[in-house]
């Protein structure tokens, strides 16, 4: 199995460190992640800068490459330049911190699995639910064992799964549900500082806000203890709408 792994967090994350060491035992592993973290840079691609491919070594023996560009920009540069055979998966991950809720939308560990889904390989989103002292050895062996399941059943095209691990022990864990994207946000709050010379500037910080969810919402499997799996699709289109929209009946005229 070839497998193309990226990691929002950037080539030098444990997070990514701790897939590559666990895919290794089921396939071909390779890099290419962004040399520096670009986390919430959503599906952003680089049009106006040089893309730049550095090999990378670790402990004496190379590793991967970095980009200095986003997790959408990798995805594509190793499907479709750096290496000679496509993936049969792109995995992005193990992200530090979830990926839950309308938060997805800024998400580059979930837009680098979209990406590798837009060029038609089946695509993993992996998150662990914590962004403190993580430790990603049971999300990591979770993570082989789902790639071997959707080598053996596929994934039909335009699907990506979002993968969410909770950062508890692997005996706490009490199984996996299958959900939907829930309401779950981030409530922002702009912390208005001053630098060193007097200028005022704006950090965005906040805090998660838990909306009343459905039963079978991603953040409701993570906070109950579930790993979560939601099919993702990059169809934007509102099926249900489309119906009440053309009863509107809008015209050139109006
Ligand atoms: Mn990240």
Redesign the pocket.
Known sequence: MKILLT???GINSLGIYALYQELKKIGQVSIVAPET????VGHAITLSNPLRVREIYRDGSFYGYSVNGTPADCVKLGALVIFKEPPDIVVSGI???PNLGIDIIYS??VSAATEGTVLGFPSLAISLGTRRDPDYSFAAAFTKGLCLKVKEKGLPPGILLNVNIPAISCAEIKGVKISRQGKSRFKDTFEKRRDPRGNVYYWLTGEIVREEENEEADTKAVDGNYVSITPLHFDLTSYLSIRGLKEWDISLKD
Do not use: H, P, W, Y
Request: aromatic share 0%.
């Open positions: 990691n929002d967090d973290e670009q986390s919430a992200n530090l911190g580059g560990t």
